[in-house]
C-alpha cells in the first residue's frame, strides 16, 4: 500500500501544530478564511494586472498541486486525460519556449513520487526487470541527440527532446505510482474513459460542417493549437475530397493510433469478469472508438486493431474471433448493400498496391530511410535534420525511425525491451487471479495495437508527438505494475486511514 506521508515526514513542530489545529475548531476555520482571503487576494491582483482569465488559471493551478500533493493518483489522473484530449494544449501565455500541460503534468508526477520516494524509507523503489533495457534506451537516445548535433541540439530540438524523455520515463512513474488494485482501476477507467470521449470529440467535429469545426478548433489557438495552415485534415491534402477526423489530436494518423491502442485495451476486458465498466458500456465504447478510427482514415492504426484483436483470440478469448467475422461481415454488407465505406476501401486497395500518393510517399522514405541506416548503422543521425544534402529524416514506421536516428543499437535495445516485456508478462498470465491477468492481457493488446501499427506509423517515437510516447510506455508501465500487485484482492474502495 502506498504510504501517507503527510504526517510521518513532518518535523515535531509541524506535528505540533497541526495537531493544534484540529483541536480548535475555530483556529481551524480562521486558518481556512485566511487561506481564502490569500487566494482571492492574489487572483484578483492577477486579474487586474493581466489578462481576465489569469485569476481562475492560478486557482486551477493550485488546486491541481494541492491535489497532486495529496495523490500521486491525481497526478497520473491529470496526465492521461491530457493524453488522451488536450494532447497539444499549453500554457496560455507566451514564453521563449512554452511549456505544453503535458509537459508540467508529467513533471509534477515524476518529482512528486521522487520526493517520497527520498523523503519515507518504506516507499520502495520499483525498477523491474524491463527498468535497465528503458534506461539503455534513454542512453541512445540521448548519445544519438549530441552526436547529431555536433554538441549543440538548437532550442526547439532540445525542448521536443525533453518532452519525449519525459514521456519514456512516465513508464518509471506509472510502475512507482500504480500500487493498488484501487489505483489500478481507476487508471483504467481513466484511459477507457479518456480514449471514448476523444473518439466521440472526433465524430461529432466530423459531423459538423467545416466551418463549424475550424471555429472551434482554431478557438484553441489560445493554448498552443495551430490556427492557420491545414487545421481540418483530408484524404491527400484535397479539401474537396474525404475529411479525416482528428478530434483535439492536430494529426488524424497519430489521433487513429492513439484510439487503436486505447480500443485493443477495451476490446480485452469485454468478456472479462472482472472489467473497470459493465460490458454494455464497454461494447458502446470500443464501438465508438473503432468507428472513429475509421473515419480517420488511416490504415496503419486500423491495421494495429485488428491484429490486437486476433492476439487476443489468441491468447485470451476464443470469442474474439466471432467479433472479427462479425466485422468483416458487417464491413462486407455496408459496402456491398449501402455504399458505405467505399472511400476508404479504394484507398486501402490503392494503398496496398502502392498506387496513392501517401503510400507512394511512405516508399521513397523508407528508401530513404535504409540509405541513411546503411552509412549511419551504429548510432544513427540524432534528431535533427539529415546530415547529408538529399538524406531527408523522417520515415513512417517506429522501427525505421529509430534506425535512423539512434541506430541499430538503438533499435535492438527496443526490441529487447519489448521481448522482455512479453516474455515476462505472458510467462506470469497463467499464475494471476482473473482481474489481474485481464489487466494484464488489456496492456499487451494494447501494446501489440502500437507495435502493429508502427510498421506503417512513427508517431511513438516521434519527438513532436510526446503524448503518443507518454501513451506507449506508461501502458508498458501498467503492464509490469500489474505483476507487482498483491494477490488478495482489495476492496473497492480504499482504506481511509492510507
Not at 339 to 364: E, H, I, K, P, T
Request: charged content about 10%.
Amino acid at each position: 500500500m502506498e504510504l501517507n506521508t503527510s504526517y510521518t515526514s513532518a518535523s515535531p513542530r509541524e506535528r505540533g501544530l497541526r495537531s493544534a489545529i484540529g483541536r480548535r475548531p475555530r483556529l481551524q476555520a480562521a486558518v481556512l478564511a485566511l487561506g481564502a482571503v490569500l487566494l482571492g487576494a492574489v487572483a484578483g491582483v492577477s486579474v487586474s494586472i493581466g489578462p481576465f482569465w489569469a485569476g481562475w488559471v492560478l486557482l486551477l493551478a493550485l488546486a491541481a498541486g494541492y491535489a497532486l500533493l495529496r495523490s500521486t493518483l491525481f497526478g497520473l489522473i491529470g496526465v492521461l486525460l491530457v493524453v488522451t484530449l488536450l494532447p497539444f494544449g499549453a500554457l496560455p501565455f507566451k514564453f521563449a519556449l512554452t511549456p505544453t500541460l503535458l509537459e508540467l503534468a508529467l513533471l509534477a508526477l515524476l518529482g512528486v513520487w521522487l520526493l517520497r520516494l527520498l523523503a519515507t524509507p518504506e516507499y520502495e523503489l520499483r525498477f523491474s526487470l524491463l527498468g535497465g533495457p528503458v534506461l539503455l534506451f534513454l542512453g541512445f537516445t540521448v548519445f544519438s541527440l549530441v552526436i547529431g548535433a555536433n554538441g549543440i541540439p538548437d532550442n526547439l530540438t532540445l525542448h521536443n527532446y525533453v518532452k519525449f524523455v519525459l514521456g519514456v520515463l512516465l513508464f518509471f512513474s506509472v510502475l512507482n505510482t500504480v500500487r493498488t488494485r484501487f489505483e489500478l482501476r481507476w487508471m483504467l477507467r481513466i484511459l477507457l474513459l479518456g480514449g471514448t470521449c476523444a473518439a466521440l470529440i472526433g465524430i461529432g467535429l466530423y459531423l459538423l460542417n467545416d466551418q463549424t469545426a475550424l471555429k472551434l478548433l482554431t478557438s484553441l489557438g489560445r493554448i498552443g493549437y495551430p490556427t492557420t495552415g491545414r487545421v481540418l485534415r483530408y484524404v491527400e491534402d484535397d479539401p474537396n475530397g474525404v475529411e479525416r477526423a482528428i478530434g483535439t489530436s492536430v494529426d488524424p494518423n497519430s489521433f487513429g493510433g492513439m484510439l487503436s491502442l486505447i480500443c485493443g485495451m477495451a476490446l480485452a476486458f469485454i468478456w472479462a469478469r472482472e472489467a473497470p465498466f459493465p460490458r454494455a458500456a464497454l461494447v458502446l465504447m470500443t464501438g465508438a472508438m473503432a468507428v472513429c478510427i475509421l473515419l480517420t482514415q488511416s490504415r496503419g492504426a486500423l491495421g494495429g486493431l485488428v491484429v490486437a484483436a486476433v492476439y487476443i483470440a489468441i491468447v485470451s478469448d476464443r470469442r474474439m474471433w466471432y467479433v472479427l467475422g462479425a466485422g468483416a461481415v458487417a464491413g462486407l454488407l455496408a459496402y456491398v448493400v449501402l455504399g458505405v465505406g467505399g472511400s476508404f476501401v479504394a484507398r486501402a486497395v490503392a494503398g496496398a498496391q502502392f498506387q496513392d500518393q501517401a503510400n507512394q510517399m511512405r516508399l521513397a522514405e523508407y528508401q530513404n530511410a535504409l540509405e541513411i541506416i546503411r552509412r549511419y548503422p551504429i548510432f544513427g543521425v540524432g534528431f535533427g535534420d539529415g546530415p547529408e544534402l538529399g538524406l531527408i529524416t523522417g520515415v513512417s514506421s517506429i522501427y525505421l525511425a529509430m534506425a535512423e536516428r539512434i541506430g541499430l543499437l538503438g533499435l535492438g535495445t527496443f526490441v529487447v525491451t519489448m521481448a522482455l516485456f512479453f516474455s515476462r508478462s505472458l510467462g506470469a498470465l497463467r499464475s494471476l487471479d482473473e482481474e489481474r491477468a485481464a489487466w494484464l492481457v488489456a496492456a499487451q493488446a494494447a501494446l501489440i495495437a502500437a507495435l502493429a501499427g508502427g510498421l506503417l506509423d512513427h508517431y511513438y517515437f516521434n519527438i513532436e508527438f510526446s503524448h503518443m510516447v507518454a501513451l506507449f510506455w506508461g501502458v508498458a508501465g501498467l503492464g509490469i505494475a500489474v505483476l507487482y500487485l498483491e494477490a488478495n484482492p482489495e476492496p473497492l474502495t480504499p482504506d481511509p486511514n492510507q
